[in-house]
């Protein structure tokens, strides 16, 4: 089977699946998505995994807009442009039964009714639907449906007790696993409760230490608190699967629980299954990317993976939290673009132009100074290293003989395009892809945290200030708003107030990643290491992924005067992040604390972060006092040399400007190149405090050594005088007396040093 030409801006993915993917996105139109779509909105929703309902829902109005049809009623067709008309007609009533047709093959190869039977909205009209629709019209599998809409699970698992069927089963289980989850959740609240509740003798003294990702719990839980409800659950979907009566639900489940109790093995492998049988249940997606920890792994699984176009976006999520934000940049591009053709800045949500990527953010104040001003405040990370995100994205969809990914009008592709401008540091395309985003979804709260983050980054505070007004009038008790307005907050300086709605995000959801990781950074503001410890550490049980909480704990140890643990955390970052040069200027400057004295050890990382593109010129300053410091003075005046070009390009100005001015005018004058000596000290006449009087000294200096030789070659012209070698040449007498002539030797002397 020949595979379409696959897009310029995908072709660096190194995999067979995944382009055969591009080809199954490329191949189905938009008339096979929206009726496959449709029928997951339904088959999802009727198994009450709602999150993967709406998300579906959400593709499905992403889609191109249904062409128009010409109207029955219309007279015949007499033009070019009424025959145009006609065709078009002709076209989509084509696409109509196409899709008519695959939903009804899809339906018969499965044995249960999609939905899709109808025509080309989906719906059902009239006919049989099968024994799985008389199973899901059922009085019990109905009550059952509505007791999960009010959060009554133990009660839904007691009615379908019995009652026999797939969906049955599925529900009946499901309703298991959450009744526990609701269960385990109520523990974990009242534990923590009482231990808030203690005298401050009782508690804790001793900041904890961050364990190992290995360490957690299975499910990188923050709690050793167990859902009381898998061992039964687990039981009975096992059964079901040896005697063959499980389906894509039940796996989907049962690849949860096994994930939940440490098998990730059979957790991936299960899931895959459920995926390849059903593709559309982006809840199953979600939870392979939770259990993939680094990229091989999912390319491993990738032979298991349906070549279907919901690989794309499931492989553009991953992406993203692996922080290989300019591959997930190009695929989101790929996806938003219009099917046949490239990305065009007239889709209705603009995905922003490649921008700077590699640019670091200014690096703040704070508590952070404490540990020697010169890192960077995990506040301020993002994705700095990997060469930037517009590299990747400039021919998305491009290629050809390659389609768009078809889903122009997503705001799920919006949203992924915007965080990974973020995270590549690219703050004005996230802004204006994430204005234009609310201007479309003004009430989506999904991921405007992400937006807040921007604002706050930018210190914008009308624009951050506007935003936690809107949301809050949305939904006041969203983990999302509560983010939004600790940022607000934070921005402000009101740090204790930005730490309460924080904690009110994590009241509302626990595991609320963004939460956790910036209340660390409000308690290192308040100079608070036992709570910033605490906080990261929780952080870094959840997703072991995010490499700013590593940052942020290995920032707190450096505040504590702690080099060691620091090197430890700082060292799980860099190898999150191997080509982030922040994670090598903090690993070198932890070599360099009095405690290790590791000046070698620091020198290979900083050559590590020059080697990463670091531009701030951290990197370069501290070599050169390095190799200063071990008398390597050649080395110590290059690096030393790089750093002034670079702030000369930059214009900028500071103490870093005057010390590489100071030793290269010291270092030159030692080597006798007495020019560039007196241009570097020239240089500092211009600053005042010690330099300035250092350099009048080397200025001195150099013209006493400059007196001393006009002497010396003034003697040497009088003692060839009265040897008689004077010069006879009458015309170079007139031209003045012997004084000139020593002038002008003086300055061709002087030019040659």
Same mark, same amino acid.
């Given at each position: 089977?020949?595979?379409?030409?696959?897009?310029?801006?995908?072709?660096?993915?190194?995999?067979?699946?995944?382009?055969a993917a591009l080809a199954a996105a490329a191949a189905a139109s938009p008339t096979v998505k929206r009726a496959e779509l449709r029928a997951a909105v339904r088959e999802l929703r009727d198994r009450c995994l709602f999150q993967a309902s709406a998300w579906a829902a959400e593709q499905l109005v992403g889609l191109p807009a249904v062409p128009s049809q010409q109207p029955p009623e219309a007279a015949p067709a007499d033009t070019r442009e009424q025959r145009g008309g006609e065709a078009q007609a002709g076209e989509a009533k084509a696409a109509q039964q196409t899709e008519k047709a695959y939903a009804g093959e899809a339906a018969e190869a499965k044995g249960e009714a999609t939905g899709a039977k109808g025509g080309a909205d989906g719906e059902t009209k009239g006919g049989v639907r099968g024994e799985q629709a008389e199973e899901e019209d059922a009085d019990e599998v109905l009550f059952a449906r509505s007791l999960f809409d009010v959060r009554e699970f133990?009660?839904?698992?007691?009615?379908?007790?019995?009652?026999?069927?797939?969906?049955?089963?599925?529900?009946?289980?499901?309703?298991?696993?959450?009744?526990?989850?609701?269960?385990?959740?109520?523990?974990?609240?009242?534990?923590?409760?009482?231990?808030?509740?203690?005298?401050?003798?009782?508690?804790?003294?001793?900041?904890?230490?961050?364990?190992?990702?290995?360490t957690s719990s299975p499910d990188n839980s923050d709690s050793p608190v167990a859902n009381p409800e898998l061992p039964r659950v687990l039981a009975e979907l096992e059964r079901e699967r040896a005697a063959g009566?499980?389906?894509?639900?039940?796996?989907?489940?049962?690849?949860?629980?096994?994930?939940?109790?440490?098998?990730?093995?059979?957790?991936?492998?299960?899931?895959?299954?459920?995926?390849?049988?059903?593709?559309?249940?982006?809840?199953?997606?979600?939870?392979?990317?939770?259990?993939?920890?680094?990229?091989?792994?999912?390319?491993?699984?990738?032979?298991?993976?349906?070549?279907?176009?919901?690989?794309?976006?499931?492989?553009?999520?991953?992406l993203l939290s692996l922080h290989r934000n300019s591959e997930a940049l190009t695929l989101c591009l790929h996806l938003a673009s219009p099917p046949s053709s490239s990305p065009s800045p007239s889709s209705s949500l603009s995905t922003g132009e490649p921008g700077r990527g590699d640019e670091?953010?200014?690096?703040?104040?704070?508590?952070?100074?404490?540990?020697?001003?010169?890192?960077?405040?995990?506040?301020?990370?993002?994705? #700095?290293? =990997? %060469? &930037?995100? /517009? +590299? @990747? !994205? *400039? #021919?998305? =969809? %491009? &290629?050809? /003989? +390659? @389609? !768009? *990914? #078809?889903?122009?009008?997503?705001?799920?592709v919006a949203a992924a395009t915007a965080t990974a401008h973020y995270n590549l540091r690219d703050f004005d395309s996230a802004e204006a892809v994430f204005t234009e985003l609310t201007s479309v979804d003004p009430c989506r709260l999904e991921a405007m945290d992400t937006f807040s983050n921007i604002l706050y980054v930018k210190e914008?505070?009308?624009?951050?200030?506007?935003?936690?007004?809107?949301?809050?009038?949305?939904?006041?008790?969203?983990?999302?708003?509560?983010?939004?307005?600790?940022?607000?907050?934070?921005?402000?300086?009101?740090?204790?107030?930005?730490?309460?709605?924080?904690?009110?995000?994590l009241r509302l959801d626990r595991r609320y990643l963004s939460a956790w990781t910036l209340m660390g950074h409000e308690y290192v503001e308040l100079k608070n290491s036992a709570g910033a410890i605490q906080s990261y550490r929780r952080a870094v049980d959840i997703n072991p992924r995010d490499y700013r909480a590593w940052y942020g704990l290995g920032q707190?140890?450096?505040?504590?005067?702690?080099?060691?643990?620091?090197?430890?955390?700082?060292?799980?970052?860099?190898?999150?992040?191997?080509?982030?040069?922040?994670?090598?200027?903090?690993?070198?400057?932890?070599?360099?604390?009095?405690?290790?004295?590791?000046p070698q050890a620091a020198v290979r990382c900083y050559r590590r972060a020059i080697a990463s593109n670091e531009s701030e010129g951290l990197a370069l300053h501290k070599l050169s006092k390095l190799y200063e410091g071990m008398g390597q003075m050649r080395h110590a005046a290059h690096f030393y040399k790089r750093n002034l070009d670079r702030m000369d390009g930059e214009q900028v100005e500071g103490p870093e400007l005057v010390e590489a001015l100071l030793f290269l005018a010291t270092y030159h004058r030692s080597q006798g190149d007495f020019a560039e000596a007196e241009r570097y000290?020239?240089?500092?006449?211009?600053?005042?405090?010690?330099?300035?009087?250092?350099?009048?000294?080397?200025?001195?200096?150099?013209?006493?050594?400059?007196?001393?030789?006009?002497?010396?070659?003034?003697?040497?012209?009088?003692?060839?005088?009265?040897?008689?070698?004077?010069?006879?040449?009458?015309?170079?007498?007139?031209?003045g007396d012997d004084g000139g002539d020593d002038g002008d030797e003086e300055m061709d002397l002087e030019g040659s040093f």
């Amino acid at each position: 089977m020949a595979v379409p030409a696959t897009p310029d801006s995908v072709r660096h993915v190194p995999s067979d699946p995944v382009a055969a993917a591009l080809a199954a996105a490329a191949a189905a139109s938009p008339t096979v998505k929206r009726a496959e779509l449709r029928a997951a909105v339904r088959e999802l929703r009727d198994r009450c995994l709602f999150q993967a309902s709406a998300w579906a829902a959400e593709q499905l109005v992403g889609l191109p807009a249904v062409p128009s049809q010409q109207p029955p009623e219309a007279a015949p067709a007499d033009t070019r442009e009424q025959r145009g008309g006609e065709a078009q007609a002709g076209e989509a009533k084509a696409a109509q039964q196409t899709e008519k047709a695959y939903a009804g093959e899809a339906a018969e190869a499965k044995g249960e009714a999609t939905g899709a039977k109808g025509g080309a909205d989906g719906e059902t009209k009239g006919g049989v639907r099968g024994e799985q629709a008389e199973e899901e019209d059922a009085d019990e599998v109905l009550f059952a449906r509505s007791l999960f809409d009010v959060r009554e699970f133990r009660r839904a698992a007691h009615v379908l007790q019995g009652v026999a069927g797939r969906t049955a089963l599925f529900l009946r289980n499901y309703a298991l696993y959450l009744a526990g989850e609701k269960c385990k959740e109520e523990i974990i609240l009242e534990t923590s409760s009482q231990q808030q509740n203690l005298p401050s003798t009782q508690q804790q003294q001793h900041p904890p230490i961050a364990p190992h990702p290995s360490t957690s719990s299975p499910d990188n839980s923050d709690s050793p608190v167990a859902n009381p409800e898998l061992p039964r659950v687990l039981a009975e979907l096992e059964r079901e699967r040896a005697a063959g009566r499980l389906d894509a639900w039940g796996r989907y489940l049962l690849g949860v629980v096994l994930a939940q109790r440490g098998r990730e093995g059979e957790a991936r492998a299960v899931l895959c299954e459920s995926v390849r049988e059903y593709p559309w249940n982006w809840a199953a997606w979600q939870q392979i990317e939770a259990l993939c920890l680094d990229y091989d792994t999912y390319l491993s699984l990738l032979p298991a993976l349906p070549t279907h176009w919901m690989t794309l976006f499931s492989l553009s999520s991953l992406l993203l939290s692996l922080h290989r934000n300019s591959e997930a940049l190009t695929l989101c591009l790929h996806l938003a673009s219009p099917p046949s053709s490239s990305p065009s800045p007239s889709s209705s949500l603009s995905t922003g132009e490649p921008g700077r990527g590699d640019e670091i953010s200014e690096r703040r104040g704070g508590a952070a100074a404490a540990a020697g001003g010169e890192g960077e405040t995990a506040r301020g990370l993002g994705d #700095g290293g =990997g %060469g &930037g995100g /517009g +590299g @990747g !994205g *400039g #021919g998305a =969809g %491009g &290629g050809e /003989g +390659g @389609g !768009g *990914g #078809g889903f122009p009008h997503s705001t799920w592709v919006a949203a992924a395009t915007a965080t990974a401008h973020y995270n590549l540091r690219d703050f004005d395309s996230a802004e204006a892809v994430f204005t234009e985003l609310t201007s479309v979804d003004p009430c989506r709260l999904e991921a405007m945290d992400t937006f807040s983050n921007i604002l706050y980054v930018k210190e914008d505070f009308a624009g951050l200030s506007h935003l936690a007004h809107r949301v809050t009038c949305i939904d006041k008790y969203r983990p999302e708003t509560c983010c939004i307005v600790g940022n607000y907050f934070s921005l402000k300086g009101r740090h204790e107030r930005a730490v309460a709605y924080f904690r009110r995000a994590l009241r509302l959801d626990r595991r609320y990643l963004s939460a956790w990781t910036l209340m660390g950074h409000e308690y290192v503001e308040l100079k608070n290491s036992a709570g910033a410890i605490q906080s990261y550490r929780r952080a870094v049980d959840i997703n072991p992924r995010d490499y700013r909480a590593w940052y942020g704990l290995g920032q707190t140890y450096e505040i504590l005067a702690m080099p060691c643990y620091a090197l430890y955390y700082y060292r799980k970052a860099a190898s999150l992040r191997p080509h982030d040069s922040r994670m090598w200027c903090a690993m070198g400057q932890c070599y360099e604390a009095q405690q290790l004295q590791q000046p070698q050890a620091a020198v290979r990382c900083y050559r590590r972060a020059i080697a990463s593109n670091e531009s701030e010129g951290l990197a370069l300053h501290k070599l050169s006092k390095l190799y200063e410091g071990m008398g390597q003075m050649r080395h110590a005046a290059h690096f030393y040399k790089r750093n002034l070009d670079r702030m000369d390009g930059e214009q900028v100005e500071g103490p870093e400007l005057v010390e590489a001015l100071l030793f290269l005018a010291t270092y030159h004058r030692s080597q006798g190149d007495f020019a560039e000596a007196e241009r570097y000290s020239t240089r500092l006449l211009d600053f005042g405090g010690p330099a300035k009087e250092d350099a009048k000294a080397l200025l001195r200096e150099i013209r006493s050594v400059h007196h001393h030789q006009h002497q010396q070659h003034h003697h040497g012209m009088g003692t060839l005088g009265s040897l008689g070698f004077e010069d006879e040449d009458e015309d170079e007498e007139e031209d003045g007396d012997d004084g000139g002539d020593d002038g002008d030797e003086e300055m061709d002397l002087e030019g040659s040093f």
